[in-house]
């Protein structure tokens, strides 16, 4: 059964197009994670979900019921914003029972909403506080709460933790993952940050223009990107492309400059390459460096130009081929500037996208 | 110069930079600043001839509306008040004669106070509401209707001075209290709009939106989340408002009549009478009566009011 369902919606501010015709059907107790640069249409589209914008086309179903034309409260949702937006004059405890008070519940049952939902979210301390005395933290925690006192099916988060700096974040971003499991709600989050996106999503939907690129679970959408444009998005570092051509002689092999690629252990998605101009994809974590590579299929000796440390790993910029080539590495095994070393990786586990519409062959 | 006498002493004594050299001759601490500069001279020079010269026309009118009519007739404009004396102030207040009433301002005082209050009341909650419909509920023709009440502040009154008599007679309100009160609220309503619908569109839109996914409606994120961010502006408004209908003239004198005259016209009445002595100890202080209440308004909100205006006004 699903939870959410969005049905064709288009939204158009004037002659621009933000949302185009999409669809996305969201199941009951999914974590589904709206991922994209900015301007993207991710915001937009879980404003629409809400109820704070109107579709210009199209239909949203919530829980089985065709809420398009209903107002946000009674959609059945729980939203949180990216800069809190706690009500300044009211107390904490003001700021969760706002809601329930506005819904006219008695008040025996708004104290004991609001009593569980701190205490979920361990604010209880704080509920007599206003919202200028309370950390950056502790406000995005108040605000999970006043959607969470909500009692409702359905979480909207619009960029929960980018207000926030990055130690809390990671804390924060835990503790969603708790609630999630612990509530069991829909939860439909809209984020930038492609860390959150792979550790808290069931699938991911990359957007781009208006548009969902490809909606999968985090894994196949890291090692099987649909186009250039989600295989770029995704991974940090990002990934390595090399412009080339597709040349078939007794299997395909990838062609570009001095490089030649043997790919008869490429999966490819559709049949007859050959002749094409294509982008190969390979990111900075499927190259082995140093010990190991000679058995990896594809070696090459190459060039050290900078060398990144990232505390649990390096990153070795070097150069394949004429295009820069990041690959990852441990730390205690890091070569100097200037060294040539050998690197090796796996065609299999390489993406290929087509030059000029950049999908995924 | 002490300054970096104490500095030199500190880095001497100071155990960490005793055997540092360049203590005494280099920069060290805090920049040294001179009080007495050729640049504090000007800047407050400058500030103190300013402030004279705009307290003297107040000084000459306290000291004038104490003095006794002899004494002015010394022509020692400057000179404080020899025997001080309270009689032209009570004159001004209760007895000066404008026409055929001898009751002085008291009367203009309470019509002033019964035009002001009303209309600077339903200015203030109209042109609240309007303003944020306008910043927050985006309806159909919003644009231009803001529009059109921009365009109403740039209109000069003495184009709607006779429109609004016919108006007013039409409607049986010409000459009364409230139909004075009507034409303050209608001509306050462009620039409060504006005002109001600046501060309420710096008011982050998400708490907006998380109040109406709260349940909360029209009226109830106007009452309970925006009114009570708002109380800078709302001075701001009060400021203006009362200080621009009392200290009205036109409309008073046009829209009222003897008995529903304002302070500021009734305070004219008093001055420009061309019978008899002219009383300038009572003129001065009836002046200084009509220009009482914008003044004690602004000592009590000032504070508030700066900080609306910085809030309000200019971002936005």
């Not at chain 1, 990107?225 to 998005?233: C, I, L, M, S, T």
């Not at chain 2, 159909?140 to 709607?160: C, S």
């Not at chain 2, 009478?273 to 909100?301: D, H, K, W």
Request: proline share 6%; hydrophobic share 45%.
């Amino acid at each position: 059964m699903s939870s959410v369902i969005v049905r064709d919606v288009s939204l158009s501010f004037g002659a621009v197009e933000v949302l185009k015709s999409l669809n996305l059907e969201i199941g009951k107790g999914e974590f589904l994670v709206l991922l994209g640069p900015s301007g993207c249409g991710k915001s937009t589209l879980l404003n629409c979900i809400a109820g704070l914008l109107d579709v210009t086309a199209g239909q949203i179903h919530i829980n089985g019921k065709n809420v398009t034309w209903e107002e946000p409260k009674d959609r059945g949702i729980g939203m949180v914003f990216q800069s809190y937006a706690l009500y300044p004059q009211m107390s904490v405890a003001g700021n969760l029972s706002f809601g329930l008070k506005n819904a006219r519940l008695p008040k025996a049952e708004i104290a004991e909403r609001v009593a569980r939902a701190a205490s979920i979210l361990q604010i209880e301390p704080l509920l007599a506080r206003r919202p200028a005395e309370l950390s950056g933290g502790q406000r995005q925690r108040v605000a999970i709460g006043r959607a969470l006192v909500r009692d409702v099916e359905v979480f909207l988060f619009d960029e929960p933790l980018s207000n926030l700096d990055a130690k809390l974040r990671g804390e924060l971003r835990v503790e969603i993952k708790r609630l999630h499991q612990k509530l069991g709600n829909t939860m439909v989050y809209v984020t930038h940050d492609q860390i959150e996106a792979m550790t808290l999503a069931d699938r991911i939907a990359v957007m781009k223009g208006g548009v969902i690129q490809q909606l999968d679970t985090p894994q196949e959408i890291y090692s099987r990107p649909v186009n250039r444009f989600v295989a770029g998005f995704i991974g940090s570092p990002g990934m390595n492309f090399f412009e080339g051509s597709i040349e078939t002689n007794s299997a395909p092999v990838f062609k570009s400059g001095d490089i030649s690629v043997d790919l008869s252990r490429y999966d490819f998605a559709g049949p007859g390459p050959e002749g094409r101009q294509v982008e190969l994809g390979l990111r900075p974590e499927h190259v082995v460096l140093g010990h190991g590579a000679d058995e990896m299929p594809v070696t090459a000796e190459v060039e050290v130009e900078i060398i990144e440390p990232m505390g649990s790993d390096t990153l070795v910029w070097t150069r394949y081929g004429g295009e820069s080539l990041t690959v990852r590495a441990e730390t205690d095994k890091v070569p100097r500037p200037g060294e040539r070393v050998l690197v090796g990786f796996d065609p299999g586990r390489a993406s290929i996208f087509d030059a000029t519409h950049g999908e995924r062959l | 110069m002490a300054d970096i006498r104490t500095a030199a002493t500190a880095a001497e004594t100071d155990p960490t930079t005793a055997g540092w050299n360049g203590a005494r001759s280099e920069p060290y601490g805090p920049r040294p600043r001179r009080i007495v500069s050729r640049r504090n001279i000007v800047v407050y020079g400058t500030l103190f001839v300013v402030a004279v010269y705009y307290l003297l026309p107040l000084y000459v009118m306290v000291v004038t509306s104490l003095k006794g009519m002899p004494e002015i007739r010394f022509g020692n404009i400057f000179a404080p008040p020899v025997e001080i004396t309270f009689e032209p102030w009570v004159k001004a207040w209760a007895e000066a004669c404008t026409g055929l009433n001898c009751d002085g301002l008291s009367r203009g005082f309470w019509n002033s106070v019964r035009i002001t209050v009303p209309s600077v009341i339903a200015s203030i909650a109209i042109a609240s509401i309007n303003g944020y419909a306008l910043a927050n509920w985006r309806f159909k023709g919003a644009d231009t209707f803001f529009t059109i009440l921009i365009i109403g502040a740039f209109i000069p009154y003495q184009v709607m001075l006779y429109p609004i008599v016919i108006l007013l007679r039409e409607m049986g309100l010409y000459g009364s209290i409230w139909g004075l009160v009507m034409v303050h609220s209608i001509f306050g309503m462009p620039i409060l709009t504006l005002l109001f619908r600046n501060y309420f569109s710096s008011i982050p839109v998400e708490l907006f939106k998380a109040a109406r996914v709260d349940g909360a409606g029209f009226w109830g994120i106007y009452f309970k989340i925006m009114l009570p961010m708002s109380l800078p502006i709302f001075v701001v408004a009060l400021i203006i408002q009362v200080t621009g209908i009392w200290n009205d003239f036109l409309f008073g004198v046009v829209y009222g009549r003897p008995d529903t005259y304002p302070m500021t016209v009734q305070l004219n009445n008093i001055v420009n009478s061309v019978q008899g002595v002219r009383e300038y100890n009572v003129n001065m202080a009836a002046t200084l009566l009509t220009g009482l209440v914008p003044l004690i308004i602004y000592f009590i909100s000032g504070k508030l009011f700066v900080r609306g205006i910085a809030a309000g006004a200019v971002k936005g």
